[in-house]
C-alpha cells in the first residue's frame, strides 16, 4: 500500500491503526451519527466554492473571562482571501484591514459583522445564527456561487447548525472543512489523549496518568503519584495551553495532614473554576524538559487524501505551567525529527479514520540530559487552529515553500503601547514591516485587537538565522517601541 511508504509503517501496522478506530468508533456509536451530516462533508477538497472563516472560541471552558479574548476571533482574517467571508462579533480596524490587503497581499474577502445578542462576544456561531439579516445577505452570495464551505476554528456543534440553517436558507451545497462535533469534543479532551496515544503507540509514549473521576480519587492519586516523583501536574480535560494545568510538588506536602492536603488541593483547583469538572488527569510532570515540540497536521476527508505533515515547531513556553508565548520552526538531530514525524502521522492515520477533517496539532516535550539522547512523549492534542498553525499557515501563504527566511513568532507586551491604534504600531515599526511587494522588512503583524486596550500584539519575525530572530525578538522590537512611542 502506498499509504504505508508515506507513513513508514509497514502494511500490518497501518491496517491495526485504522481498525483501532473504526473500533471506537463502532463502540461510541460515531459510524451511525456521522450520516446525519453526511451531506454537510466536504467532497472534495479542490473545491472553488467561498468560503466563510470563523474563529469561535466559545466552546474551550472559561475563555470568556479572559480580558481581550474576542479579539482573537479577527485571527480568521489570516486565512481568507478573495471571493471568501470573515464573521466576526468585533470588527478589525479599517487600518489593520488596509494593512494585510496592500503589505501582505492578502485579498480582499468580505466582512460579515453580527451584533452580540446578549453574548459574549467570543460566541461568533451563535451570534451570527441568530442574526437573520445577515444569515440572509451570506445564503444570497452563497447561492450566486453555487455553495459555500465553512472553514471554522474548531468543528463545535454550533459550526455543524449553522451548515443546517444556510442549508435550510438555500444557500447552495453547504460544507464544512471540520470534524464532526464529537470528534471534536474527543480529540481536544486530554482525560482521552493518553488512552488514545497508548492505543496507538504505546504507553512508552505518553507520560504516566490516571483518570480521576471524584474529588476522593484527585486526593488518593495526587498524594500516590507525590510520593514517586517531585512534581506532579492535576490537567482538566479541554481547556486550551496550560490554563488548566496545575503543578503540585512534593517537597513540603509529607508534612501535611490530610485536611490539610484537601483544603490545599480543592483551593487551586477552586482558582481554575474546575471543581466538580471530572474526570481529569493526574500526571507525572517532567523537570528535565529540553524543549517541547509541537507537530503540525493537515487532514483532507477520509478517502481524499491522506494526512500530511505540515511542520514541527518549538513552542516558547513561560512559567512553571509552560503557558504558550509563541513558537518557531524547530531544529533537531535527525533521529528526533523522524522519530516525531512518523509517529505524529501514525495519530493522523487513526484520527483521519475516525472521522477528523482540517487543521490538528500535536503538543510533546522532548526530557532528559540533551537533545542526543531526549525522549519523547505526546503531551495533548489541539483539534483546532491555534497560535502555532496560524502564523505557520500565514507564512506559507507570504513564501510559499521556497524563502530564505526562517521566522519566529510570538506575542508583545508593553504598557507603553496602551491606547495606541494599529497606524501607530506601523508608525513605529516603519520601513522594517515586512512588505511583499518589495520583499523588503522583518516584521509581520497580526492579531492586533488587544492593542488599543491592553498593549499586546502578536508578531511574526523574519530573519536568516536563529542569532538573527533572537536579537531582533528580544533586543530589536523594545528599542523600536522605546525610540518611537
Not at 500530511?308 to 508565548?325: H, M, N, P, S, W
Not at 508608525?427 to 486596550?453: A, E, M, P, W
Request: overall charge neutral; aromatic content about 10%; proline content about 4%.
Amino acid at each position: 500500500m502506498k499509504e504505508c511508504l508515506r507513513y513508514n509503517m509497514n502494511e500490518t501496522e497501518f491496517r491495526r491503526v485504522r481498525s483501532l478506530a473504526r473500533e471506537l468508533m463502532r463502540a461510541k456509536g460515531w459510524d451511525k451519527a456521522e450520516r446525519e451530516f453526511a451531506g454537510f462533508l466536504l467532497d472534495n477538497e479542490e473545491h472553488h466554492l467561498p468560503v466563510l472563516h470563523i474563529d469561535d472560541l466559545s466552546e474551550i471552558p472559561h475563555l470568556d473571562g479572559i480580558p481581550g479574548i474576542e479579539y482573537y476571533q479577527q485571527r480568521a482574517r489570516l486565512r481568507a482571501g478573495n471571493g471568501d467571508l470573515v464573521a466576526l462579533t468585533h470588527p478589525m480596524e479599517e487600518s489593520y484591514e488596509a494593512y494585510n490587503q496592500d503589505y501582505l497581499g492578502l485579498g480582499s474577502p468580505g466582512v460579515v459583522t453580527v451584533d452580540n445578542y446578549g453574548y459574549h462576544p467570543i460566541f461568533v456561531t451563535r451570534n451570527l445564527t441568530k442574526d437573520l439579516s445577515k444569515l440572509s445577505q451570506v445564503a444570497a452570495m452563497a447561492r450566486a456561487k453555487g455553495g459555500i464551505v465553512i472553514h471554522p476554528f474548531m468543528g463545535s456543534a454550533g459550526i455543524w447548525s449553522l451548515a443546517k440553517v444556510l442549508e435550510q436558507l438555500k444557500a447552495g451545497k453547504v460544507k464544512v472543512i471540520a470534524p464532526l462535533p464529537y470528534v471534536t469534543s474527543y480529540v481536544n479532551d486530554k482525560s482521552e489523549f493518553a488512552g488514545l496515544v497508548e492505543s496507538v503507540l504505546g504507553s512508552d509514549n505518553t507520560m504516566e496518568t490516571r483518570m480521576a473521576y471524584n474529588d476522593e480519587e484527585v486526593l488518593l492519586y495526587l498524594r500516590e503519584m507525590l510520593n514517586l516523583y517531585p512534581t506532579v501536574a492535576v490537567k482538566m480535560r479541554n481547556y486550551a495551553s496550560a490554563m488548566g494545568n496545575l503543578v503540585f510538588e512534593s517537597s513540603g506536602l509529607g508534612q501535611l495532614s490530610d485536611e490539610e492536603f484537601k483544603r490545599m488541593v480543592k483551593g487551586r483547583l477552586w482558582t481554575l473554576n474546575a471543581n466538580g469538572c471530572y474526570p481529569v488527569s493526574i500526571v507525572r510532570w517532567y523537570n528535565d524538559v529540553i524543549s517541547s515540540p509541537s507537530s503540525h497536521l493537515w487532514m483532507p476527508p477520509r478517502g481524499l487524501g491522506v494526512p500530511r505533515l505540515d511542520g514541527i515547531f518549538e513552542q516558547l513556553l513561560e512559567d512553571e505551567t509552560k503557558v504558550f508565548a509563541g513558537s518557531r520552526p524547530a531544529v533537531f538531530p535527525e533521529r528526533l525529527k523522524t522519530e516525531l514525524s512518523v509517529k505524529t502521522l501514525m495519530l493522523g492515520v487513526f484520527l483521519q479514520e475516525l472521522g477528523y477533517v482540517g487543521r490538528c496539532s500535536f503538543d510533546t516535550i522532548l526530557h532528559g540530559a540533551s537533545l542526543e539522547d531526549a525522549q519523547l512523549k505526546f503531551v495533548e492534542c489541539n483539534g483546532r487552529w491555534g497560535g502555532t498553525s496560524l502564523p505557520m499557515m500565514l507564512y506559507r501563504r507570504l513564501f510559499g515553500k521556497n524563502s530564505r527566511f526562517s521566522y519566529l513568532a510570538r506575542d508583545c507586551s508593553d504598557k507603553r503601547l496602551k491606547g495606541i491604534d494599529f497606524q501607530n504600531l506601523m508608525r513605529i515599526f516603519n520601513d522594517s514591516l515586512f512588505n511583499r511587494q518589495t520583499g523588503k522588512g522583518h516584521y509581520i503583524l497580526y492579531n492586533v485587537g488587544c492593542l488599543k486596550t491592553f498593549g499586546k500584539f502578536d508578531v511574526m519575525v523574519l530573519g536568516e538565522s536563529q542569532e538573527e530572530l533572537n536579537y531582533r525578538s528580544s533586543e530589536e522590537i523594545p528599542k523600536l517601541i522605546a525610540q518611537n512611542i
